[in-house]
């Protein structure tokens, strides 16, 4: 150790929604909390996030209300409640896209997502729309298929970002791993930087894709990270109308995922995921996008986008490894075998952030990690702020 040394309840390293979530949960809670990011807050997974808080109803279509549906299904009223002031996090000040998210099929899969969505389980969850109401872009005589509005709702991520910093960013430090470092002390870790190390009753790993690197210089084994890559597609055109909605097609997850987005200058951006983002996780961008036209002109031949530009944007999602690779059913939180104090978190999707602050509270507890310290701050004053992430949108089209 050198220099001064803070000793703080809990460090967490990684600025995107999982950390900042936990950051301001744990604050609120009366925990000392701190913060750690090395680039800007909402980098990668979050900012790269189209926003949807669903209820898992996207991944019930194989047939059954399967385990994932169960683990997220309460999330869109828990966020709703933290968006008006009532919930563990106060997110009052994050922008709401839209509080409507569809579910479109074409005539080749309406009669299997009609019959599904009968179902008693999903009664509350789904409501079918009448013709009359179905939203601009699927409101043309050409479209033949059936659509449904879902609990879902989109949010603006970079406010939800801003809106977690601005509350504690007295708390919120750059950190530079060319000089600081994670140590191991006596089967403990902490933080070492120039003249200043930190000491946590626990460390929480909340940095995405990023905590394999950070596992690794703890000589940790387990918890083990998979990544999930996928890479969307963007479009900034001129149909001024915006939309959020899932296009079924012959497998259960959606055929392709649009939200809609707009650059500082006000141009309009589709924002494309879905079955189009995971299965050309490794296509050449330029086979990407015009697959993406394709599917566009497929699905909505009637709208005239007029002048496009288009761009990709590849990403890997960070989750704990699982058998054959499966998509984990619910956030994780696990200890890392290397260093007692040492929490490893990933939420799995957005949606579940709030699911995975409630995780690291209940383990702190568990562990009789209590509020103890209050810490003084000052020596860590020198290392800055990190910046709120701009989006990819406006990076690339700017």
């Known amino acids: 150790m050198s220099g001064s040394t803070i000793n703080t309840d809990i460090a967490i390293i990684g600025g995107g929604i999982a950390g900042l979530w936990t950051l301001s949960q744990l604050r609120d809670a009366g925990y000392s909390a701190i913060l750690f990011e090395q680039e800007a807050l909402g980098s990668y997974q979050t900012v790269a996030s189209q926003g949807m808080i669903h209820g898992g109803i996207k991944y019930s279509l194989a047939g059954a209300w399967s385990g994932i549906s169960e683990a997220i299904s309460a999330m869109p009223d828990v966020w709703r409640d933290c968006l008006q002031g009532r919930g563990k996090v106060d997110l009052r000040g994050a922008n709401i896209l839209s509080e409507d998210f569809y579910l479109w099929s074409n005539a080749g899969t309406s009669a299997r997502v009609t019959s599904f969505f009968a179902s008693k389980m999903l009664r509350g969850r789904v409501e079918k729309v009448k013709a009359k109401n179905y939203p601009a872009p699927l409101n043309d005589p050409a479209f033949k298929g059936q659509v ?37 002390d006596n089967g403990r870790a902490l933080i070492e930087m120039p003249g200043c190390t930190v000491q946590a009753q626990s460390i929480v790993l909340a940095a995405g894709a990023g905590n394999e690197a950070l596992i690794a210089s703890l000589k940790g084994n387990s918890p083990a990270m998979q990544r999930r890559p996928l890479q969307q597609v963007m479009v900034k055109h001129q149909y001024q109308e915006m939309f959020y909605g899932h296009c079924m097609g012959a497998n259960p997850n959606p055929r392709l995922t649009i939200s809609s987005h707009r650059t500082l200058g006000g141009d309009p951006v589709w924002y494309l995921g879905g079955d189009l983002s995971t299965e050309g996780a490794d296509e050449e961008p330029d086979r990407l996008i015009a697959k993406a036209r394709e599917e ?7 709208i005239d986008f007029g002048e496009t530009q288009w761009h990709t944007v590849r990403l890997d999602r960070g989750e704990p490894r699982q058998s054959s690779m499966l998509r984990p059913d619910s956030a994780f939180v696990g200890p890392l075998d290397s260093a007692d104090n040492v929490l490893v978190a990933w939420p799995t999707k957005l949606s579940l952030a709030p699911h ?11 562990q009789n990690i209590m509020p103890t310290h209050t810490p003084d701050l000052a020596p860590l004053a020198s290392l800055g702020t990190p910046p709120i992430a701009s989006t990819y949108w406006d990076r690339l089209f700017s």
């Open 148 to 184: 449904y509005r879902l609990i879902d709702m989109v949010l603006d991520i970079p406010s939800v970002v801003n809106t977690l910093a601005d509350q504690h960013r007295e708390a919120i430090f750059n950190i530079d791993w060319a000089n600081a470092s994670l140590e191991r």
């Open 296 to 302: 566009l002109h497929e699905l909505l031949p009637w």
């Open 356 to 366: 995975l602050g409630q995780e690291i509270e209940t383990r702190l507890q568990q």
